[in-house]
């Protein structure tokens, strides 16, 4: 069974985006909800919450985790990859620089949280990797509440279009820095309609994926077990029976 986690839909994204190329493996996800959004927090605070989840797992036996949270990546994963050095932390953030080497893009949006745009992982990581091209952070901090709470398309392609007016023109892509960003992805594209990279196509690339002879799914969320539940069903069309912790 894989680990999956992170402040919520995001990591369910990612989830149903790696069960749909990998049905023969079971995953276990841990949505935190009650702590979203990680983006503003500060790296004690991100550290903190990362740790307990990241314990989370290990007490339940599972020793393979996919944090799929380019925030808790950019801040405080290799500090926790010490602090369990027996369980194995796939970091989104270095799959993604290792599979962005192949690409060829001329000016590029890192469209990302707080947090994760504070740190500069992906600004100096493509910087060294696209050596005299541009590198755009972008960080709509009204985002990943906007997603979480479910509002709809109109006001985020509205949010979207302030935040990305500046680059029509000079970005020939935007990375979604964000796990929760690919569930608007249609909402970026409107707003500015260029290539995108989503981080999940790395982690594909990365993760060994489990031959599981019954393979299930078991959700758990920090928030509010019946609300994730229809959340679910909502974006991926699936009954999920959500367990609360
Ligand atoms: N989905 C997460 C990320 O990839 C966290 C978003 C948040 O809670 O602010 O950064």
């Not at 935190?32 to 990241?54: L, M, S, V």
């Not at 690409?103 to 504070?118: E, F, S, W």
């Not at 100096?124 to 696209?130: A, V």
């Not at 019954?214 to 999920?240: A, C, M």
């Amino acid at each position: 069974m894989i680990g999956i986690v992170d402040s919520g839909l995001g990591g369910l994204k990612t989830c149903f985006t790696l069960r749909e190329k990998h049905p023969e493996t079971s995953f276990i996800v841990l949505a935190d909800q009650k702590n979203a959004p990680y983006g503003d927090k500060t790296r004690d605070e991100i550290y903190e919450i990362a740790y307990r989840n990241i314990k989370w797992f290990k007490e339940r036996g599972i020793h393979e985790v996919i944090v799929a949270c380019n925030t808790v990546c950019s801040t405080v994963l290799d500090e926790l990859q010490k602090e369990f050095p027996d369980m194995k932390l796939y970091n989104i953030i270095s799959a993604t620089l290792e599979e962005l080497k192949k690409k060829r893009y001329k000016g590029i949006v890192v469209l990302a949280t707080a947090a994760t745009t504070r740190s500069m992982k992906y600004e100096n990581g493509l910087k060294g990797i696209f050596p005299g091209r541009k590198v755009y952070p972008v960080a709509p901090k009204e985002l990943v509440p906007l997603i979480e709470s479910g509002a709809s398309s109109k006001e985020i392609e509205d949010l979207l279009k302030g935040y990305l007016a500046d680059y029509q023109g000079k970005a020939d892509a935007v990375l979604l820095g964000c796990t929760h960003y690919p569930l608007v992805s249609k909402e970026i594209k409107k707003a500015l309609p260029v290539k995108q990279y989503d981080p999940n196509d790395a982690i594909e690339k990365t993760v060994s994926f489990h031959q599981d002879e019954n393979p299930s799914l078991e959700v758990y969320t920090t928030g509010n077990p019946r609300l994730t539940s229809w959340q679910i069903f909502k974006l991926f069309h699936e009954d999920v029976e959500v367990k609360g912790i």
